[in-house]
């Protein structure tokens, strides 16, 4: 089993950063891709991005690129989403998640919600 743990969400003001932390225990997340997922009030989850388990192949919404990237560290169990020009827009819960059949990160990663493991979510919220 793959359990995962987000941290790093807080306020922050319009234009600000923020940087958020996916880690695991029980297995490493070496061999999957990881992505991350988030969910505003009154709107569907989207899926912002995703990072390889290996050769470090990304993909992001188009709502984010420019503004957001994605990385990890497998030394030591992370992966971060550094989160820049913050817009009140981008306030919601943050998951980060994995699924059995993702080692190499696509866009079709960001699509269906029923990967196999998500984390419990840390909050972003982007107010003056």
């Known amino acids: 089993q793959l359990q995962l743990v987000e941290s790093g969400g807080g306020l922050v003001q319009p234009g600000g950063s923020l940087r958020l932390s996916c880690t695991s225990s029980g297995e490493t997340m070496d061999y999957y891709a990881i992505a991350w997922f988030r969910q505003a009030p009154g709107r569907e989850r989207e899926g912002v991005s995703c990072i390889s388990s290996s050769d470090g192949t990304t993909a992001y919404a188009d709502s984010v690129k420019g503004r957001f990237t994605i990385s990890r560290d497998n030394a030591k169990n992370t992966v971060y989403l550094q989160m820049n020009s913050l817009k009140p827009d981008d306030t919601g819960v943050y998951h980060c998640?994995?699924?059995?059949?993702?080692?190499?990160?696509?866009?079709?990663?960001?699509?269906?919600?029923?990967?196999?493991?998500w984390g419990q979510g840390t909050q972003v919220t982007v107010s003056s």
């Open positions: 998640a994995a699924d059995r059949m993702y080692y190499y990160c696509s866009g079709d990663m960001l699509n269906p919600p029923d990967l196999d493991y």
